[in-house]
């Protein structure tokens, strides 16, 4: 019942918005910091030092998207689910799904470049703006609460990194769901 109630809210939130006061909600989330216990000082951030036409460009999206053969998202768990799908770049647009409870995805359902523009990069590299599309797209669930923060800061996110710097990732779009 209560994936139907979150697919219910997540529909009439995004249809009309002025129904919630985005800013008190957000006050009572407890702000994340990030410290020793997942080795990360300071703000991660890499400026770009290489022409985008030589870059090669990943897609990271926390929409929920995943191939129809992977294991769907957790949407039991009231804190969400931590872990990742790894998607290689070349997967057939009618290969992907989205399993995220918390926002209204009828759009990417219909084109799942909304969140994952994995056609939109293939276009720029044909024309030149990128130089390549990374070989696996990576993906997580947006909704992450609770010990499962941490789970994913400790785990799931250095993973990605970790992949994404051996597969020679220069840039990294970040996508939200």
């Known amino acids: 019942m209560s994936r139907i109630k979150?697919?219910?809210?997540?529909?009439?939130?995004t249809r009309f918005p002025g129904l919630v006061d985005v800013?008190?909600?957000?006050?009572?989330?407890?702000?994340?910091t990030v410290g020793e216990s997942v080795g990360v000082e300071g703000v991660p951030w890499?400026?770009?030092?290489?022409?985008?036409s030589e870059s090669k460009v990943a897609l990271v999206t926390t929409s929920g998207v995943h191939l129809k053969s992977q294991k769907p998202y957790d949407m039991?768990?009231?804190?969400?689910d931590p872990t990742y799908r790894a998607m290689p770049g070349d997967t057939t647009l009618d290969d992907y799904m989205i399993t995220h409870d918390y926002y209204d995805h009828t759009d990417?359902?219909?084109?799942i470049n909304v969140v994952l523009p994995v056609t939109r990069l293939a276009e720029l590299v044909e024309e030149g703006v990128l130089g390549s599309v990374a070989p696996v797209n990576y993906s997580c669930m947006?909704?992450?609460t609770g010990e499962h923060v941490?789970?994913?800061m400790r785990d799931a996110a250095p993973e990605i990194a970790r992949s994404l710097v051996a597969e020679g990732v220069d840039v990294v779009i970040l996508t939200p769901g």
Do not use: F, Q, S, Y
């Open 6 to 13: 979150n697919k219910l809210l997540a529909r009439i939130i």
């Open 76 to 80: 039991v768990d009231p804190d969400g």
């Open 150 to 152: 941490e789970t994913l």
């Open 23 to 32: 800013e008190k909600m957000a006050g009572r989330i407890e702000p994340i």
């Open 108 to 111: 990417a359902e219909r084109d």
């Open 142 to 144: 947006g909704h992450i």
């Open 46 to 52: 890499t400026p770009v030092t290489k022409p985008l």
